[in-house]
Structure formats: C-alpha cells, structure tokens
C-alpha cells in the first residue's frame, strides 16, 4: 500500500476527468503482475508520464519513473516526487541515477524511462539512448514499451499549455515484452523499431488536424520533419552550453 501514490493518482484523475480527457489503453493486460520491468516511453509533451502511468493501474503497480534532477529540487514537485519514490537523473552525474535504477528493477520495481531523452518536436520517433537497454540487460528484466498519442496536444515544448477542458482524446499502446539480450545496441535499435510501428499503429485511429501544430509533417501537420526538429534540438544544446560557460567564466 502506497497511501501518497494512491492520493496522487485520485487527484490526476479528477484533472483528467475535469479536463475531459478520452483515454483509449490498448495492451494493459502486457504489464506484469509482479518483477521488475523497463518501461519504454516515447516523449512527445510534458504530461504524457502521467498517462503513461495508466495501463500499470491494471495489475495494480506503481511507475517509477526517472525525471531530470530540476524537478526534484522544485519546493513544489520535489517532495512529491521523492515520495512516489521517482528516481532523479543529474545529467552531470547520470551514473548514480542509472545504479538507482538497476537497483529498483532487481528489487522488482517498474522503471520508467524515455529512451529519446528529450521531448520530440517532430512528435516522431527520435534516436533512442541506449539507457534502456543497458539496464533491462544488467537487471536481467523485460523492457515494456509504451507508446502515447495525443499527449502533445495538452502540453508540448514551444506551445502553450491546454490544462483546461479541452476534451482531447488521448491513445495508449502497450507492447509485448522484450526480453533482454546483448549487445545493448542491437536491442535498442530493435525498442526504436517496435516503438516505431506501434506509433503508426495507432496513428491510424486517430483524427488529425490538417496543418495543427501537433500534427507531424509526415500526416499533414505543421511540426517541424525529424531533421529539422533535430537541428533545432542541436542549435538549442549549443545555445545552453555557451550560457553556461559565459556564467562559469564570470
């Protein structure tokens, strides 16, 4: 029993009710009852790990998910966090959060992770991290992966938050699951591959806006191709690394 967790998601979804939220969970049944899991998420808004703590519901567990250390050191999200015992990742330091998380997983914990790292602009699949795979491997646990649809339409990078009710039908996919094997590179290559088609898979059931912000390039929308979304990604990387060094210099 985890009262503070349990409060958490009585609150979460009372704002998905108040907000008119259509979830549609395809797979629920692949997450296991018990034993450690990786759980794969593809990375499109700031809320989508909220939905994706959704089909775990099913058999009853809980989501640890990993979150950059920013949000732990927040007077607001930073308790909470560490009382749903979320697991925090100091990118100056990733090597502790990466032995936390193989520690959970070998003591039976579901583990959740963004293989891409960061949100996608293009809201398609970007290169993965091979994180994912080096833990499943080193824990001996099966990767899960989920896929989300429709969560960049709440809440998104560059776009206004849509917090209200908004009605937005939202989709959620669970895989089968992918025992681990080595090397990591190859397994990796193999969860973007899986993660890929079960974006497109549910893609297919889902209305898309003509020339909407949120809706990729690929399917008429006005999001910006993989390349162009990666450059932007890479020119924004250069900008905070220049910040930092003007401020270290000072």
Do not use: C
Not at 89 to 94: C, H, L, N, S, T
Not at 110 to 139: C, H, N, Q, W
Not at 162 to 186: D, F
Not at 219 to 228: F, I
């Amino acid at each position: 029993m985890e009262p503070v967790y349990r409060t958490i998601i009585g609150l979460a979804r009372t704002v998905f009710f108040v907000e008119g939220l259509k979830f549609t969970v395809k797979g629920a049944e692949r997450i296991p009852a018990r034993g450690g899991a990786v759980i794969a998420i593809n990375h499109t808004g700031y809320m989508d790990f909220t939905y994706a703590g959704l089909p775990a519901r099913t058999p009853k567990r809980y989501v640890r998910f990993m979150a950059k250390q920013e949000v732990f050191d927040n007077n607001i999200s930073g308790p909470i966090m560490r009382a749903l015992k979320h697991i925090p990742v100091d990118r100056a330091a990733g090597a502790d959060s990466y032995k936390a998380a193989v520690e959970y997983l070998r003591r039976g914990e579901l583990v959740g992770v963004y293989p891409e790292a960061t949100i996608s602009r293009s809201f398609e699949i970007k290169d993965f991290k091979s994180g994912a795979a080096r833990m499943a491997i080193e824990a001996d646990v099966p990767i899960i992966p989920i896929v989300i649809w429709g969560a960049q339409r709440v809440w998104t990078k560059g776009f206004p938050k849509r917090l209200g009710r908004t009605n937005t039908p939202i989709s959620i996919a669970v895989g089968e699951p992918i025992q681990p094997y080595e090397p990591a590179a190859e397994l990796t290559a193999q969860l973007r591959s899986t993660m890929q088609a079960m974006l497109l898979d549910l893609q297919q059931d889902y209305v898309h806006e003509p020339g909407a912000y949120w809706v990729p390039a690929r399917l008429g929308g006005s999001a910006p191709t993989l390349e162009a979304a990666n450059a932007m990604d890479a020119a924004e990387a250069e900008e905070k690394a220049a910040r930092r060094a003007a401020k270290g210099s000072l």
